[in-house]
């Protein structure tokens, strides 16, 4: 199952716009700071977060020492496992933003790639990182991708899902819809949220999930036919669960069908 997302900026932009997101200022979020001394300002952390921390234990419990992270955008998370861990991270975009995170020297290597059509420098020795990017990717281009890495010999994938679909998310999506239209600003159409079934489907035929790890965030770590890490918001309880997950269910397939009809009314 999936869903369209769809976000606003404080620019009205009417399509995504990443290089221009990365250079404007306004845009906190998504903007790369032009100096160093700025850019650490950002990044810059006494300890790592709870995902940084899961990702380096389970990558030295792999035996891995190279990280190569794509669609790396501001690089927050890639910072912390450089800091702490003695990984190699090396880092990859398809904005020229990139060369300003190259110009800092603080990864072992930064790539202007597109890793769709563009040769990807990497081999088995390499863990892959996927950071919060699979929206920018059709279904197809998805399995494209699964296939690519299946190909290059990459074993270890940490797939960290920009969101997993659920009621929430599902409340969220109309909420934004309602905000762009009382703000008179344009939405501008981000890629899908999936479900966990839905990625299963798409890597089922290169790579499958054989560890859960729960923390405050959502991330997927996965391995060729080994392993994929999904870290969940919360667990319902067990003697509750089935009722639970019976009725998010049926509670998501009948907001989705909602979202559905405001999109066909709102012609959005």
Not at 18 to 36: A, G, K, M, V
Not at 117 to 125: K, L, Q, S
Not at 169 to 198: A, D, H, N, W
Not at 233 to 246: I, M, W
Request: aromatic fraction near 16%; charged fraction near 25%; hydrophobic fraction near 40%.
């Amino acid at each position: 199952m999936r869903l369209k997302h769809y976000g606003f900026f404080k620019e009205n932009i009417q399509s995504l716009d990443w290089e221009r997101l990365r250079n404007d200022e306004s845009e906190t979020p998504y903007f790369i700071p032009f100096s160093l001394e700025k850019y650490l300002v950002r990044v810059d952390t006494d300890r790592p977060s709870k995902a940084c921390y899961e990702i380096i234990k389970e990558v030295k419990e792999l035996g891995y020492s190279k990280i190569f992270s794509i669609g790396s955008g501001l690089a927050f998370l890639e910072y912390q496992i450089k800091k702490f861990s003695d990984f190699s991270v090396y880092i990859s975009d398809f904005t020229p933003s990139i060369l300003r995170l190259k110009s800092f020297s603080l990864f072992n290597d930064c790539f202007l790639i597109n890793v769709l059509t563009d040769t990807i420098p990497v081999d088995e020795t390499y863990v892959i990182l996927f950071p919060r990017i699979d929206t920018e990717f059709d279904d197809c281009q998805l399995k494209e991708l699964f296939s690519k890495f299946h190909q290059l010999g990459i074993k270890k994938i940490c797939f960290i899902p920009a969101q997993l679909l659920s009621f929430h998310i599902i409340v969220s999506e109309l909420k934004t819809r309602f905000l762009g239209l009382i703000k008179q600003r344009p939405l501008v159409f981000c890629g899908y949220t999936r479900s966990e079934s839905s990625f299963i489907n798409l890597w089922s035929p290169y790579y499958k999930i054989s560890k859960k790890i729960n923390t405050d965030s959502v991330f997927f770590f996965w391995t060729l036919k080994t392993i994929v890490v999904m870290i969940e918001y919360e667990n319902l309880g067990k003697a509750n669960q089935p009722f639970f997950e019976a009725y998010k269910r049926n509670l998501m397939k009948f907001l989705h069908q909602v979202g559905m009809y405001w999109e066909k009314c709102c012609d959005i």
